[in-house]
């Protein structure tokens, strides 16, 4: 996944460590802002978590707008025959020979 990530992640956005896990960022040299939250670090975009029983993918944009989330989860669907497996801010994947790489890279 991280593979798939890095070779569409859009120019300029950088991979970090951050919250303990892999992150995706718009660096400050592009956001001087930060995260509004603490502006000492960059925005985040995306994350990778490896839990005991899944791979998380904690993505922005599909909890901050319903239209990407509708999409993303009827999509989905339409490639796997499952609803995906979704917490508060994270996708989980608890088979790796089952992700959609090609729609996650597309989010």
């Known amino acids: 996944m ?3 990530i890095l070779e569409n992640l859009p120019k300029g956005f950088e991979e970090i460590m951050n919250y303990k896990m892999i992150g995706y960022v718009v660096p400050h040299s592009i956001f001087p802002e930060g995260y509004h939250c603490d502006p000492k670090l960059p925005l ?3 994350h990778l978590a490896n839990q005991k029983n899944y791979l998380a993918l ?3 944009g599909i909890y901050a707008d ?3 989330r509708n999409w993303f989860i009827k999509s989905y669907k339409s490639m796997t025959g499952k609803k995906p497996d ?10 790796m020979q089952q992700i959609p790489y090609i ?3 597309s989010l």
Not at 86 to 95: E, I, L, T
Request: charged share 25%; net charge positive.
């Open 66 to 68: 319903a239209e990407l």
């Open 44 to 46: 985040p975009f995306a």
């Open 86 to 95: 979704m917490g508060k801010s994270c996708v989980r994947f608890r088979n």
């Open 103 to 105: 729609l996650l890279v």
């Open 2 to 4: 991280r593979k798939s």
């Open 58 to 60: 904690y993505h922005s």
